[in-house]
């Protein structure tokens, strides 16, 4: 790894999350559905049409801050006191993740949780201190990031201790080394996925992790939930791109991973990629980069049903054709997308199962892939759509969560879930997870999709739209533990790619078992004995 993580230069004030408090994202990217479209939605689901508004910024009732003045001069002690705050201005925008149940908890009226300060520490040596000062005082601290997750990752649960902050790791925002003889750069955890890539493309390199979360999610977010990004078929999951991390813990600092493999034991780094800030603060990160490809060329494909694009995804990725992306809507997603072109971008009319793939490297290589893989595909059923469906998918691929904020103005409740499994279990996969959600959700629409594929399985990507009702938190709960307990009693995992936090922890002792649980708590009181990271994510 490279020498201990510095920060950039100190800013004057606490800097604030990009992402708005109360819904996903740029605020100028924001998009009014238009009367059509709620027109549809008051038919299909019988939704309102509008939602109440929730409170403005200035109107939202925080619960007061249990911080107490000497922990703030203790906290100010560790990081400077332009780097610590307890105002509400602060505390508000890192008051939770971007799921649908913390989108309806911000809208409430009611007195909200969020942490107790924030701080913002700039070297390694500060954020030891600053564990170790809450360790001493009883706070618990969660790592913030892009402020991304769907999961309750965020939530600033104090687990029985006297207080909570946000430790925001935004000033770790640096290209710290670039080996372009290994292809390995060395990046800050605090760096976003685009100024990531602009630091790299500056010397023709680029890490092509593209989730949807890609804008604002940041290097230390991506590997502490072990991410999946839209290139994965390409590029592999953040995980598989991962060769070293520095991580500081309560107990000391880890430089981890020495070597491009090794038989040195077990491999320390699997404990931190997906820990959620649970085991220690990961500070930087090296990865495996590549060069910026000189081509991408694109194809979209239609399959008559689901089960046939299923199969064709299957025989590309078992053969090794090579796409970069490859993904496939089922029928009602496909039909959905189409209703909502003016909302996501605009594409040509596809009928069945729409299918994208993508493929980026040298000309030759591009070509060569893209032959072998359009033989495959047209052998398994499909029908070429030429290159605009597939060009319109990645125009808009990040703005899908614009869509659900205006769904939620709008009086409709919309949610998403993932999981993955072998091949030959994901037709019963689908329908049983499809069966429990409209089982609690009466009406619902429920939408599917292949969003990432592997040699010997894929993953599955739910999207669920509804009236929000009565009681929307209470109505989706009981929709979420039904869909839990069918993708695990279904063979699926819990989590593919959005990972544990809160929300999943209940089904974690059926996913690892008693014994798996036992090791992680193990773990945790060695690297954490006074449990101040993260407490009520991940770890039963």
Not at 82 to 94: E, F, G, K, N, V
Not at 315 to 325: H, N
């Amino acid at each position: 790894m490279a020498p201990e993580t510095q920060a950039g230069p100190a800013n004057a004030a606490l800097p604030l999350p990009p992402m708005k408090w109360n819904a996903w994202g740029d605020p100028a990217l924001a998009k009014e559905l238009s009367a059509d479209i709620k027109g549809l939605l008051v038919a299909a689901l019988g939704v309102t049409g509008d939602a109440a508004p929730g409170p403005s910024a200035e109107e939202v009732l925080l619960r007061p801050s249990r911080i107490t003045a000497e922990d703030l001069k203790a906290l100010a002690a560790a990081v400077g006191e332009a780097h610590i705050s307890a105002a509400d201005a602060d505390r508000l925008p890192r008051a939770g993740g971007k799921s649908t149940p913390d989108l309806l908890r911000r809208r409430s009226r009611e007195p909200q949780d969020a942490p107790d300060a924030v701080v913002v520490p700039g070297s390694e040596q500060e954020i030891a201190a600053v564990l170790a000062v809450c360790a001493e005082h009883r706070i618990a601290v969660v790592p913030f990031g892009g402020g991304t997750s769907v999961v309750g990752g965020l939530d600033p649960e104090r687990g029985g201790l006297q207080a909570v902050v946000s430790l925001d790791l935004r000033r770790f925002d640096q290209l710290l080394d670039l080996d372009e003889t290994s292809g390995e750069a060395v990046l800050g955890a605090g760096l976003t996925g685009p100024a990531a890539e602009a630091l790299l493309a500056e010397h023709g390199w680029e890490l092509g992790h593209y989730p949807q979360s890609f804008r604002f999610a940041t290097i230390g977010g991506f590997a502490a939930t072990r991410s999946s990004g839209q290139d994965s078929a390409g590029y592999g999951r953040f995980d598989e791109m991962v060769r070293g991390l520095r991580v500081v813990t309560p107990a000391g600092v880890l430089d981890l991973g020495r070597a491009p493999a090794s038989a040195a034991g077990p491999d320390l780094r699997q404990l931190f990629l997906g820990s959620e800030g649970t085991l220690g603060v990961i500070t930087a990160v090296r990865l495996r980069v590549h060069p910026l490809p000189a081509v991408k060329a694109y194809e979209a494909w239609s399959f008559p049903d689901f089960a046939t694009g299923t199969a064709a995804l299957r025989a590309v990725e078992q053969q090794g054709t090579g796409p970069t992306v490859i993904r496939l809507s089922d029928e009602a997603e496909t039909m959905i997308n189409l209703a909502m072109t003016e909302q996501i971008g605009g594409a040509p009319a596809v009928s069945g199962c729409l299918a994208v793939t993508v493929f980026e490297g040298s000309a030759e290589q591009v070509a060569a892939r893209h032959d072998l893989t359009r033989e495959v595909l047209l052998a398994a059923g499909g029908t070429s759509l030429g290159e605009e469906p597939a060009r319109a998918w990645e125009h808009g691929r990040f703005n899908a969560p614009y869509l659900r904020d205006s769904l939620l103005n709008a009086g409709a409740l919309c949610e998403t879930l993932e999981t993955a499994a072998g091949w030959s279990a994901l037709p019963h996969l689908r329908t049983a997870v499809t069966e429990a959600l409209t089982g609690a959700l009466p009406g619902a629409l429920v939408l599917c999709h292949i969003s990432h594929v592997y040699p010997t399985g894929a993953s599955l990507y739910f999207t669920v739209v509804s009236a929000l009702g009565e009681d929307p938190l209470s109505r989706w709960g009981v929709a979420k533990r039904a869909a839990g307990d069918a993708i695990l009693g279904a063979g699926g995992t819990i989590s593919h790619h959005h990972a544990v936090g809160a929300d999943h922890r209940p089904w974690m002792t059926e996913e690892i078992g008693d014994l798996g649980v036992r090791i992680l708590r193990a773990v945790k009181a060695e690297l954490d004995p006074a449990g101040i990271l993260n407490p009520g994510k991940l770890i039963p």
